[in-house]
């Protein structure tokens, strides 16, 4: 029998497990369309905000040793564009999942409700970004709005929706509420605020000065995420932070993961990395004599030893 790599996320399908993370290919359709081909079952598109955001002004990304240190500053095309999105996606027969950035619960339900209309097969709910004022992990740090917010979503959306955090030190608490309010999956993580300082120019890289930081760096960060937020939620997370190929992909899966994005690593390795990462967790479930993928995930928790597949 082949290797089934499918995996369902509430009641999102998706034939494996990758996805493309929020962001890194900025808004472009064309760019959501090649991911696609290139083998994700899914994008997430970049976070929209109901206006336009330019975003911050240049430098706005900065390479370090061990990824990428970013301040975009939410840079979108606001509301209106979410249907040409959707769209683009549904030619090439993949899922898309609209990311949204409101600042209040009413510009997160305005926002669902276009992605919903338009077709979107899940929302993600932006709750995390390390440097954008009002937009961001400030929402995700205060469990009563996360609440308040997938509460008022729940009640109004059908389709999926995820709510993805960032590391902050009460964001257990913030995914606890939002299974108690009824997502249907957890994100983790977003990046992870920090700084590069130019030691000629003696001053922040950054025009924004701070910034979130993705990559290979943070990988460890969210295994631990992942696997800590295992123990504590029923839903399923989906699993994301420095993916750069198929071990860190499976390991996220082993701590507990039902998904996981790429972000940095499509930046790193270039589009092909969706086909190497299916090649090698084919080949680590073969060699493993593990038939369906969702038969690893969460395995490195001590109740879920080999014996029980
Ligand atoms: C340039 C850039 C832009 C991003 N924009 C968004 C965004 O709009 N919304 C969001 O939820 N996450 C955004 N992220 C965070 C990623 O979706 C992801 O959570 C993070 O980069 C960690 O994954 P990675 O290490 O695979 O990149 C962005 C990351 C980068 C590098």
């Not at 609209?98 to 993600?124: M, W």
């Not at 932006?126 to 308040?148: A, E, F, Q, T």
């Not at 590069?196 to 990559?215: E, T």
């Not at 930046?267 to 369906?292: A, H, S």
Request: aromatic share 4%; proline share 4%; glycine share 10%.
């Amino acid at each position: 029998m082949p290797t089934d790599l499918s995996v369902t996320i509430g009641q999102l399908q998706l034939k494996n497990p990758l996805i493309l993370a929020s962001g890194i290919l900025g808004d472009k359709p064309s760019l959501l369309q090649r991911i696609i081909k290139a083998g994700a079952a899914a994008v997430t598109t970049k976070s929209i905000t109901i206006e336009k955001r330019e975003g911050y002004s240049t430098p706005i990304i900065i390479a370090t040793d061990c990824g990428y240190i970013n301040a975009v500053g939410l840079a979108n095309p606001g509301i209106d564009k979410i249907p040409d999105l959707v769209n683009s996606v549904k030619l090439v027969k993949g899922k898309v999942i609209v990311s949204i950035a409101g600042s209040t619960v009413s510009e997160f339900l305005k926002l669902a409700e276009v992605a919903r209309n338009s077709g979107a097969d899940a929302i993600e709910l932006n709750l995390s970004c390390p440097h954008v004022k009002k937009h961001g992990l400030s929402i995700g740090m205060d469990s009563k709005l996360v609440h308040k917010i997938i509460q008022v979503l729940n009640e109004n959306i059908e389709i999926p929706i995820f709510a993805k955090f960032g590391i902050s030190d009460n964001y257990l608490t913030s995914c606890k509420a939002a299974e108690d309010a009824g997502a249907d999956a957890i994100v983790l993580i977003n990046t992870i605020r920090a700084m590069k300082i130019d030691v000629w120019i003696k001053k922040p890289v950054l025009s924004n000065k701070f910034g979130g930081l993705s990559g290979p760096a943070i990988h460890p960060i969210a295994v631990r995420a992942v696997y800590e937020a295992y123990e504590k939620i029923n839903i399923p997370i989906i699993g994301v932070g420095g993916i750069y190929n198929w071990e860190s992909a499976v390991e996220l899966m082993l701590a507990g993961a039902s998904a996981v994005q790429i972000g940095s690593g499509v930046g790193i390795r270039g589009i092909d990395i969706f086909n190497e990462i299916l090649l090698g967790i084919k080949k680590y479930l073969m060699e493993n004599k593990v038939q369906k993928i969702t038969e690893i995930i969460g395995l490195a928790h001590e109740e879920r030893k080999l014996q029980d597949l």
